[in-house]
């Protein structure tokens, strides 16, 4: 079994400033963990993964994530906010469940930049 | 390069109206699946698919059925619609990787069931 919390469903921040969106796991096996974002009206686009190997994951646009498994987090951080960082992110774990790799996603967090 | 394709774009339908979502991927990938998309909720997994002919449930299955009857193509049926199926439909793939495979999302399907 396996489950993702996103804390905080809206976040805001300023330009320039920094952008942190939580996301804690839950998973009965060594887990995958991803990042993706939404933009309006758009699918979703992988903004980074986590494969078991280094623990510091960097990803597009300036987005970066660390997983910590003590703490069961992967928290995505970017060091400076843009206005075309607004946008919704999904944090989401992979497990293996019957014959096929399924990702269980968070429920989102909105993110928007304010000028 | 095309990726993943959901067509139609948007639709509105009538209570108790069928209609088919096609989902056309170029990859080669051998896993498809479908998704749908509600506010607060994330995406859940409606069926997925291993391979041509092959089809499994997801998470919400209720209500709808699916067809692989080429590896390119992943169909997904709903019968008689119903209010509740008002949502965002994504079509993903992915390849038979061991670990950690990327998913691939098409740009979604946006259904409205009056």
């Known amino acids: 079994a396996q489950s993702v919390t ?24 060594p887990p ?10 758009q699918g979703l686009q992988l903004l980074l993964k986590y494969t078991s190997a280094a ?61 | 390069n095309a ?13 108790g109206q069928s209609m088919t979502l096609l989902c056309a991927q ?21 069926h997925y698919s291993v391979g041509e002919g092959t089809t499994a449930k997801g998470e919400v299955p209720d209500g709808y059925n699916v067809s692989r009857l080429k590896k390119q193509n992943f169909l997904l049926g709903l019968e008689s619609a119903a209010p509740s199926q008002t949502s965002v439909y994504f079509c993903a793939s992915s390849s038979r990787q061991t670990s950690g495979n990327t998913i ?3 740009e979604g399907s946006w259904l409205t069931v009056v």
């Open chain 1, 6 to 29: 996103q804390l905080g469903s809206h976040v805001s921040v300023s330009e320039g400033a920094l952008v942190l969106l939580r996301c804690n796991y839950s998973s009965s096996v």
């Open chain 2, 3 to 15: 990726g993943v394709t959901q067509t139609p774009k948007f639709r509105v339908l009538k209570t």
């Open chain 1, 55 to 115: 623990t510091l994951v960097k990803g597009i646009n300036g987005f970066e994530a660390e997983f910590k498994k003590s703490e069961t987090s992967f928290h995505l951080t970017k060091p400076s906010a843009h206005m075309s960082d607004a946008a919704e992110y999904f944090c989401a774990v992979s497990g293996y469940s019957g014959s096929a790799r399924q990702l269980t996603f968070g429920s989102g967090t909105q993110l928007t930049v304010l000028p």
């Open chain 1, 32 to 41: 995958y963990l991803f990042w993706y974002v939404q933009y309006p009206n």
């Open chain 2, 104 to 106: 691939y999302f098409g």
């Open chain 2, 26 to 46: 170029d990859m080669n990938h051998e896993y498809m699946y479908w998704y749908r998309q509600d506010p607060g909720m994330g995406l859940r997994l409606i």
